[in-house]
C-alpha cells in the first residue's frame, strides 16, 4: 500500500493541515493588527481631529491569543510533519513539509509571546 499515488496524498494531506494553521494564526496576526475591516477592529470610533481610533493593543491582543496559542496551532503541523514523514519511505516534499511546520510554529509562538505580554502589561 506504499505506491507513488499513496505518498503523493500523504504529501497533500499534510499541506492541507499546514494551510489550516496558516490560516489560524493569520487570523490571530490580522487580530493583533488591528486593521480595518479585521476580527479585532471593533468599532471605528474618531478622534477630536477626525482620525479613526480603534481598540487599544492589549484588548486586540487578548482577542488574538485564542488564536495564536490554541491547540490546533500546535497539532496541525505536527500531524502533518507525521503523516509525510512516517511509512515505508517518506513523501518526496517531507523536508519541505517539516519546515514549513517549523516556520508557522515560531511565527505563532512569537506573536502569541507578543500578545501575551501585551494583555498581561
Known amino acids: 500500500m506504499d505506491s507513488e ?5 500523504r504529501a497533500y494531506a499534510a499541506w492541507i493541515l499546514l494551510v489550516a494553521a496558516v490560516v ?7 487580530t ?10 471593533g468599532s471605528q470610533a474618531t478622534h477630536f481631529f477626525g482620525l479613526p ?20 496551532v ?9 503523516l509525510a514523514t512516517l511509512g ?8 519541505q513539509v ?5 516556520t508557522i510554529q515560531t511565527v505563532a509562538l512569537a506573536l502569541g509571546l507578543v500578545a ?3 494583555s498581561v502589561g
Open 98 to 102: 517539516t519546515l514549513t511546520a517549523v
Open 74 to 82: 500546535t497539532a496541525l503541523p505536527v500531524a502533518a510533519v507525521l
Open 53 to 72: 481610533t480603534g481598540k487599544p493593543f492589549s484588548l486586540r491582543a487578548e482577542e488574538a491569543i485564542p488564536n495564536l496559542l490554541a491547540f490546533t
Open 88 to 95: 515505508r519511505r517518506p513523501s518526496d516534499t517531507a523536508q
Open 24 to 30: 489560524e494564526v493569520v487570523i490571530g496576526a490580522w
Open 32 to 41: 493583533l493588527s488591528g486593521l480595518p475591516g479585521g476580527p479585532g477592529a
Open 116 to 118: 501575551w505580554l501585551a
Open 5 to 9: 499515488e499513496f505518498r503523493r496524498a
